[in-house]
């Protein structure tokens, strides 16, 4: 799809360095045209996303959030639960059958 003519929501916000949220944001605002695809695709035209980035109208985003320890320990159980969870199982049954 780089030759296309229609790029997605995505490839536009990768394009200009913004959220998809901005570029809906944007598609509201009549900043960019929207086009519907079978009803269901929302695209957008490359030569207009391409124009728009010439014009340098749109300020690139440059979000970073620091990531702090205590949400990595919290992420760290979060997403592994089930794990810890099973390894503390399997001890205690190891423990059972080797020890009682």
């Given amino acids: 799809m780089a030759d296309s003519q229609y790029i997605s929501v995505r490839e536009t916000a990768q394009l200009l360095g913004v959220s998809e949220k901005k570029i809906m944001d944007m598609i509201e605002d009549k900043t960019l045209h929207g086009y519907r695809i ?12 391409l124009q728009l980035q010439s014009t340098g109208t749109v300020e690139r985003e440059t979000n970073d959030y620091p990531y702090t ?14 794990y810890l969870i099973s390894v503390i199982i399997i001890l205690i049954l190891l423990y059972i ?4």
């Fill in 38 to 49: 079978a009803n269901q695709f929302l695209r957008l035209k490359k030569k207009e996303v």
């Fill in 69 to 82: 320890f205590a949400e990595r320990i919290t992420d760290f159980f979060y997403f592994n639960d089930f």
């Fill in 97 to 100: 059958i080797f020890y009682k």
